[in-house]
């Protein structure tokens, strides 16, 4: 199926006497891992009638 990843940053520089907060930017980063496991399953009979 399709998937969707929305990232938001909002972010405000300070301004205000006295204020020292400045923004320089914003950086953000992620990683997607997708696994898949394919496998398949048998039956083993090791019946031995003697």
């Known amino acids: 199926g399709a998937y969707m990843l929305n ?3 909002d ?3 300070g301004g205000g006497f ?3 907060h400045n923004d320089e930017g914003e950086e953000i ?3 997607v891992e ?3 496991l ?12 003697q």
Request: proline content about 0%; hydrophobic content about 40%; overall charge negative.
């Open 34 to 36: 997708i696994l898949v």
């Open 18 to 20: 006295a204020c020292n």
């Open 38 to 49: 394919d496998y398949t399953i048998n039956v083993v009979n090791n019946s031995n009638n």
């Open 11 to 13: 972010v405000r520089e």
């Open 29 to 31: 980063s992620y990683i």
């Open 7 to 9: 990232l938001n940053v």
